[in-house]
């Protein structure tokens, strides 16, 4: 049956709801949540099932506690097959509803999806932009704003390979981290966090030279309405292999001992033989 599923006051620790399926009989499920303050609301749809699709929307209460045609639509998000969805939103204090619905035509959908209110960077880790493995330099822009607070951006490196990342072309306050989802639940935990840059106002921001991993970066709102570019400058070094191994003279024996090897601390005894008396 379709989930209706009253989460109550939504904060910054992340709410889960993992393995839900959706069919063509229960085509929708919804999630009721309040803020008592103005925040960011972040949703993540992950996991959708191979083959299939599902899209995410969010829904302000008109101020009857149900949730019907009355609602006020706020922000969507329907990306093709089982692409991630997430919305990002700066929102005032009241309830809202978050309502997966399941795109796919024939078969049963499966997803996860996790919901959370920050103040500043989202602790959800939806892969928006998914880069890959970085082999090359890489530029990309896009916009933040009250309705789109955090752009994630996905990629990996392997070993010996470096990059630096920059923020630039601002017009309003934004800033960037980096993070290793080491336990690869798509939240960012406690000490997954491995940089950040937060300068002031249009300042350009930088992190460099992470090594070896999987990584999400996060380009994040402070203020305002900016355009940005995010540009990283990858380089890699070669592993130095010789040519050849140097050749060694060959160890040469040391000269026999003149005599019997003996303990310097033991002093030798007299030969007795049997059948005399001294």
Do not use: C, H
């Amino acid at each position: 049956m379709t989930v209706y599923d009253d989460i109550g006051v939504l904060s910054a620790t992340p709410v889960t709801r993992n393995d839900y399926n959706l069919n063509e009989f229960d085509s929708t499920d919804v999630f009721e949540f309040r803020i008592n303050s103005t925040s960011n609301i972040n949703l993540s749809l992950t996991d959708i099932s191979a083959g299939d699709d599902a899209d995410l929307r969010l829904y302000r209460d008109n101020g009857n506690g149900l949730f019907d045609t009355g609602d006020q639509l706020v922000a969507s998000s329907a990306r093709g097959s089982n692409a991630d969805d997430s919305l990002n939103r700066r929102a005032d204090a009241g309830t809202y509803f978050a309502e997966v619905r399941r795109f796919s035509t024939s078969g049963d959908v499966s997803y996860d999806l996790a919901l959370s209110a920050t103040s500043g960077f989202s602790n959800l880790l939806p892969r928006e932009f998914e880069l890959g493995d970085l082999s090359a330099d890489v530029t990309r822009s896009g916009t933040i704003s009250d309705t789109n607070t955090t752009d994630t951006y996905q990629f990996s490196l392997g070993i010996l390979e470096r990059v630096n990342i920059t923020l630039s072309g601002l017009q309003s306050d934004a800033d960037i981290r980096l993070i290793e989802d080491k336990n690869n639940n798509r939240i960012v935990d406690a000490g997954e966090e491995i940089a950040s840059s937060t300068k002031g106002g249009t300042t350009s921001d930088v992190i460099s030279n992470p090594g070896l991993g999987n990584y999400f970066l996060q380009v994040n709102q402070y203020s305002g309405q900016t355009d940005y570019t995010l540009t990283f400058d990858y380089s890699s070094q070669s592993l130095i292999i010789p040519q050849s191994i140097p050749s060694f003279p060959p160890i040469v024996d040391p000269e026999p001992w003149p005599g019997p090897l003996q303990n310097p601390l033991v002093t030798p005894s007299p030969l007795v033989t049997p059948g005399l008396a001294f």
